[in-house]
């Protein structure tokens, strides 16, 4: 039996191990499946991508992974190749446009639109991530027609352009859109914005009044465009995968924006909707917010940055109150002022029927009629 077994073991090359050695033999063979693991793992791999790699659209678009992503800038790339031709096909891109493309990547995107339009200016404030699309566009034979600024989007000053296509980072998808509609000529000069977003966000754009949604930056946004909603992007879609599914939404400025100074209704609308579902009589009874207000109406000017700011971490909810800077030192200075200032706002809604009315509920044709009042009564917003 002995000997059976030892021939058996030198047919299939397998040498007899001792009792006293098997644990140890275990334990190699464990090792070196652990690292021959390891080696197969990029350095920069996500535990919940790497089984996206290539199957995004039957297969990704290649990227660059010699570095990093960042998430905490917004740094998802849309990989699926579908998905990005479907965004340049909907753009309705002509011959002669120039594309304005915030966030390209690794050009992605990029290379699509280069292909449609006359020039794309795209705005970046990732040195690698420009190196990378502007090697790709080299590499496409398209470079001439491509440029790219490095830099903060919400801080560089935008050329002029006839289309925005882009995969907004989340993170400044409000402010970005403030400075688009708000910081343009009137009316806005650009045809249309395309613009990938955080699936809830974009819902929220659409919201009207009465809808538990509804809120400062939907307000804003109705008042001087139209907003469509265009298709689904799933998060599998993205390297590395977000946590939530994105909309693709086109922002279409409108010609038939009300007669209104755009400085002076972003802060009026800042104001009334500083807490949504009070009545604007508490509102405007808050000893904190009237001094604010007091404030604002003698100073000069107000700039949509301001807005851009305050918009920055919009998320639906509502401000409050006690979030604001400190009036304390005016309430104690002007009391008789604030005093007299608040009985003259209330005033003004009581006589427009306003008092008991909530921002949450109120068409953008109501607002600005209490604008209106406002106005007339010699109070001012910016």
Known sequence: MARRSADLCRLIHFDPLHKASFPSFLRSQCHLHLRTKAARRRPDDDPDDRHRRNDAGGGGEPWDRSFRLDKCRGQYLLTNPRVLDTIARVAGLRPSDTVLEIGP??????????????????????????????????????????????????????????????????????????????????????????????????????????????????????????????????????????????????????????????????????????????????????????????????????????????????????????????DDDLLEQNASEVSSFKEKAVGILKSGGFEGKRPSKLSNEELLHLLQLFNQNGVQFR
């Open 105 to 326: 990547g690794t050009g992605n995107l990029t290379a699509r639109l280069l292909q449609s339009a006359r020039r794309v200016v795209a705005v970046e404030i990732d040195p690698r991530m420009v190196d990378s699309v502007l090697a790709r566009a080299s590499r496409l034979g398209v470079d001439d027609r491509l440029t790219v600024i490095t830099g903060d989007a919400l801080k560089t000053e935008f050329p002029e352009f006839d289309i925005c296509v882009a995969n907004i980072p989340y993170g400044i998808s409000s402010p970005l859109i403030a400075k688009l509609l708000f910081s343009t000529s009137r009316p806005s000069s650009f045809r249309s914005a395309v613009l990938l977003l955080q699936k809830e966000f974009a819902r929220r754009l659409l919201a009207v009044p009465g809808d538990s949604e509804f809120n400062r930056l939907a307000a804003n946004v109705s008042l001087v465009a139209t907003v469509e909603l265009l298709m689904d992007v799933s998060k599998k879609d993205f390297v590395p995968c977000p946590k939530v599914d994105s909309t693709l939404v086109r922002l279409q400025p409108r010609t038939d924006v009300p007669e209104v100074d755009l400085d002076e209704w972003l802060a009026f609308s800042r104001t009334c909707f500083s807490n949504k579902n009070k009545t604007l009589g508490a509102i405007f009874k808050q000893k904190k917010r009237i001094a604010e207000l007091l404030g604002r109406s003698k100073s000069e000017g107000r700039s949509t940055n301001v807005f851009m700011e305050e918009e920055q971490n919009d998320n639906g909810a509502e401000e409050n109150d006690d979030d604001n800077r400190d």
